[in-house]
C-alpha cells in the first residue's frame, strides 16, 4: 500500500499519575495503518494496549500527559483541542469498548444511543435517525431489531449489547474502527459471531481496524499485521503469518508455549511465564521482560533493547535473537 497512511503513530508516550508517582505507560510506540488494513495489538492484560487505544482516541485519564506524534489523515492530533477531538470521536474515528454493559448508558433506551451520533455528527432529525438506528441493527443482526429500539442494555444479554455498541460505533461510517477485546465475557460461540461480524463489516465498508486482544488465535485469524506489547512498548511486531512463523522475541514465544490447545493429555498443565507483568512504574531500565526471561544477561538490564529486524517488515527487540535462533 502506499500513499499517506490513515493513522501514523510515531514515538508515543503517554505518562499517567499514580499515587507512586509519574508513570511511564506508554514508551515510544510506533506504526502506521492503512485503510483496509487490520492490525492487532496483543499482550497480557498491564502491558499497554488499552492505553494505546485510548491514545488515539483522545480519551486519556484526567492528568495523563501524551507525547510524540499522532496524525489521522497527515493530521497531528496531539494537542488538539476537546472540541476537535469531539468532532472526530464517533464520527471518523470509532471505538468498541471490551464491556459493552459499562460502555452503554443504562438510563437510556437503545435505540437513543445509537440515535445520538446520528444526530450531532449526521444532522439526522428524530425519524431520520430512528430509521438509521433500526437499519444498523438489523445490519448488525440483532434479532427483533425493532422491538430493541425502545429496550435498556439490561434487558439484553452480553452478545446483544455487544452488537449494539458495534451498531454504535458504526453509525458514522467511521475511517477506523478500534475494537478493544471485544468478546471479553462472551462464550465461545457468541465469540465468533462477533468476530465474524466486524470483520465482515470491516470488509465491506474498507474501514481500517485496529483490533486489541491477549488471544493468539483472535490474532491469527483476524489481523494481517500484529504488535506484540509488553512493558508499554512494542517488543515484536510485522505480518501476522511471519511473528507465528518465527516467534522471534522471548515474550511471544512465551505467549505462544502457554495457550490452551486441544489434544492435550487429562491433568497435563499449561505452559506459564515465570513471573508477573510489573507495575509500570517499577519496570526495570533496560528491557522491561528482562526479569521474567530465562535468556536474560545483564546487558538484557542495562539499556532498552533496539529494534532488530528479523525478516523484511518484521522486527523484534531483543539482544539475544541470535541466540534464540541456535535454540529453535
Same mark, same amino acid.
Given at each position: 500500500?502506499? #500513499?499517506?497512511?490513515l493513522?501514523?503513530? &510515531?514515538? +508515543?508516550?503517554?505518562t499517567?499519575q499514580?499515587? &507512586? ?6 514508551r515510544?510506540?510506533?506504526? %502506521? ?10 499482550g ?9 487505544? *485510548?491514545? +488515539?482516541m483522545? +480519551?486519556?485519564?484526567d492528568?495523563?500527559? *501524551? %507525547? ?8 497531528? /492530533?496531539?494537542? /488538539?483541542p476537546?472540541?476537535d477531538?469531539?468532532r /472526530?470521536?464517533?464520527?471518523?474515528m470509532?471505538m ?14 437503545? #435505540?437513543?444511543?445509537? %440515535?445520538?451520533? *446520528?444526530?450531532l ?7 431520520g ?6 437499519r ?11 422491538r ?9 444479554? #452480553?452478545?446483544?449489547r455487544?452488537?449494539?455498541?458495534? %451498531?454504535?460505533?458504526?453509525?458514522c461510517?467511521?475511517d ?9 465475557? !462472551?462464550?465461545v460461540?457468541?465469540?465468533r459471531?462477533v ?16 483490533l486489541?486482544s491477549h ?5 491469527a485469524?483476524n ?12 517488543v ?7 511473528v507465528f512463523?518465527r516467534l522471534?522475541?522471548?515474550y511471544? @514465544? ?6 490452551p490447545? +486441544?489434544?492435550?493429555?487429562r491433568?497435563q498443565?499449561?505452559?506459564?511465564i515465570?513471573g508477573r507483568?510489573p507495575?509500570?512504574?517499577? /519496570?526495570?531500565?533496560g528491557c522491561?521482560?528482562? =526479569? @521474567?526471561?530465562?535468556l536474560?544477561i545483564?546487558a ?6 533496539a529494534?532488530?529486524?528479523v ?5 523484534? @527487540?531483543?539482544?539475544? !535473537?541470535? =541466540? ?5
Amino acid at each position: 500500500m502506499t #500513499g499517506t497512511p490513515l493513522l501514523e503513530v &510515531r514515538d +508515543l508516550r503517554v505518562t499517567l499519575q499514580t499515587p &507512586r508517582g509519574p508513570a511511564d505507560a506508554l514508551r515510544g510506540i510506533s506504526f %502506521a495503518l492503512q485503510r483496509g488494513q487490520t492490525l492487532g495489538l496483543i499482550g497480557e492484560s498491564g502491558c499497554g494496549k488499552s492505553i494505546t487505544a *485510548l491514545a +488515539l482516541m483522545g +480519551l486519556l485519564p484526567d492528568g495523563a500527559t *501524551l %507525547a510524540g506524534s499522532l496524525r489521522f489523515e497527515g493530521r497531528e /492530533l496531539v494537542g /488538539l483541542p476537546e472540541d476537535d477531538w469531539c468532532r /472526530l470521536r464517533g464520527n471518523r474515528m470509532a471505538m468498541v469498548f471490551q464491556e459493552p454493559m459499562t460502555a452503554l448508558n443504562p438510563l437510556h433506551t437503545i #435505540g437513543r444511543q445509537i %440515535a445520538e451520533p *446520528l444526530r450531532l455528527h449526521r444532522g439526522l432529525d428524530g425519524a431520520g435517525a430512528r430509521a438509521e438506528s433500526l437499519r444498523l441493527l438489523q445490519r448488525v443482526q440483532l434479532p427483533q431489531a425493532e422491538r430493541r429500539l425502545a429496550a435498556y442494555p439490561h434487558q439484553l444479554s #452480553g452478545g446483544q449489547r455487544q452488537r449494539v455498541v458495534i %451498531a454504535i460505533a458504526l453509525a458514522c461510517g467511521p475511517d477506523l474502527l478500534i475494537a478493544d477485546e471485544p468478546t471479553t465475557a !462472551l462464550d465461545v460461540t457468541i465469540q465468533r459471531e462477533v468476530l465474524d461480524l466486524i470483520a465482515g463489516l470491516v470488509a465491506e465498508d474498507g474501514m481500517a481496524l485496529l483490533l486489541i486482544s491477549h488471544d493468539l488465535g483472535v490474532m491469527a485469524e483476524n489481523v494481517q499485521q500484529m504488535l506484540v506489547m509488553y512493558g508499554g512498548t512494542v517488543v515484536e511486531s510485522g505480518p501476522t503469518s511471519e511473528v507465528f512463523r518465527r516467534l522471534a522475541h522471548p515474550y511471544t @514465544r512465551g505467549l505462544f508455549a502457554a495457550r490452551p490447545r +486441544l489434544g492435550l493429555p487429562r491433568g497435563q498443565r499449561l505452559a506459564t511465564i515465570a513471573g508477573r507483568v510489573p507495575e509500570l512504574i517499577d /519496570l526495570p531500565g533496560g528491557c522491561g521482560f528482562a =526479569d @521474567r526471561c530465562v535468556l536474560a544477561i545483564d546487558a538484557c538490564r542495562s539499556a532498552p533493547p533496539a529494534a532488530v529486524q528479523v525478516t523484511p517488515g518484521h522486527a523484534a @527487540r531483543c539482544i539475544r !535473537l541470535a =541466540d534464540l535462533e541456535a535454540l529453535a
